[in-house]
């Protein structure tokens, strides 16, 4: 359960403004890839056209080619609706629905498109999806409760145990800790490890040394000047990224020699 | 000894806090000076009607007898409204804000606030000049396909003036404060709650169900309260729409009148106790709207804990 993400060719434009130029990548099933680079170099815009949540902003558009295990996502014919319940995202700030219980947002996704669950089986989903995002057992007494009255760390790690109940292919994240304290970072760290057994994961990350804690391979993004698009610099196993680079923009960012 | 440098000192950038203080303080006191004057007026001039002979009332057999048709005549125009406009409402809304392209969302939007501010009397003529008589058919059909339920039962009207009808102009009258007031709180969804959804493989409906509507229910609550108090007010609409009678269950036949339009109707040659009768009336009118107030407000409070607010 877990799919590899080819990407060709990969062009982003909002309107006629081109964000982030020709990306071409390979991501492993079953890893953890990190994307880092300077503020403004279409990191997210790229990340989100990895589900096609990129369509949910005004202008947002591609050209290219996105494969998940061969499959390309812009294809047409293919209902973004079914490749974002393949393809799940966490956001940089953890949005429970505020007025769901804890129970019913772990539900939330599963409960889409009409489908049926008993109650039994409700149950057991919530449990497993609670234990592993880690968070059950902080709420199994209140599940009942708003997900809103959570801090902010459990209600990230709330939303990536939502999306890990709708059970996924890959998970993409947009800087998910970058609202949370070390603690609860560390926590979500943790998780990613985890997740990657069953999942692909994909994060967005500021944080050098979570990109080195957390993840299999690093890609470098960077942006040539304002107005111009951003590019996939390198792309490499994350310890030779970070101790062996082979480009010079990457050696002067990762060692903060940037800009 | 007093050498606390965080006390206060001197009254700088203090008296910008205290004036604005002081005027909002002295705003909240004369709605509600306002609100007990009207209460106060009201009874007062009730007085004499709850005191007199029940024989002396319109209609001979009490205050309460003249008054619980026309408050269910009330009741009945309202709710006719409201049925009919809170869906329509929140569906033009909804379309506005989620699914029109942007410029004809813009243009629609537009038209709708104008809606809102076309006088009733308009409303009034035009449901007596055009929509009365093409509802006569649609009544006729009613009536003979399904007379067994009393609401329909025959003979329909000729004229088409019925309380149905006034319902429906009174429907097309709230309508536009629903939909501005629903749309303007639709398009606040955070778009954050929209992401969550979507990014979970919600459609856009589903999405709505899950992230808007949830976020949006205290306003929609709001808005169609206030198309309520439009619709429980309206005289001149109803005056012109409506060809009044005794309560009937049908509401297909001409009959049934509401306070509002029974008070403008004769409020102009009333006098002594009549009067008096008209007003206890509009008192039954402000203490409607009270109640239905305090319930919305209860509805939304219910709900606090899951409001989002924390
Ligand atoms: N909604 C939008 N409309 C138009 N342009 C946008 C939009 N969102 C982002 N951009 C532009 O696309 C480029 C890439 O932005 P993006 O948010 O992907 O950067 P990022 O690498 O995620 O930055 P950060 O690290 O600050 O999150 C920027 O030039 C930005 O101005
Ligand atoms: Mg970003």
Redesign the pocket.
Known sequence: MSKRIDVKDLNVY?TN?L??EDVNIEIEAKSVTAFI??????????LRTLNRMHEV?P??RVEGEVLLDGDNLYESGVDPVTVRSQIGMVFQRPNPFPTMSIKDNVLAGVKLNNKKISRSDADALVEKSLRGANLWNEVKDRLDKPGSGLSGGQQQRLCIARTIAVKPQVILMD?PCSALDPISTLAIEDLINELKNEFTVVI?T?NMQQAARVSDKTAF?NIAGTGKP?KLIEYAETATIFSNPGVKATEDYVSGRFG | MTTNALRRNGSKGQAGDKIFSGAALGAGILILATLLAVAVFLLIQALPTFMADPTLISGGAGFFSYIYPIVIGTVIAAAIALLIATPVGIAVALFISHYAPRRLASGLGYVIDLLAAIPSVIYGAWGYLVLAPALVPTFQWLSENLGFIPIFAGPASQTGKTILTAGIVLAVMVLPIITSLSREIFLQTPKLHEEASLALGATRWEMITMSVLPFARPGIISAVMLGLGRALGETMAVALVLSTGGLIPSLVKSGNQTIAAEIALNFPEAFGLRLSELIAAGLVLFVITLVVNLIARAIIARHKEFSGAN
């Open positions: 909002y403004f964000a982030v680079g300077p503020s403004g170099c279409g990191k997210s815009t790229f902003i202008g947002g800087e967005v500021h993004f951003g």
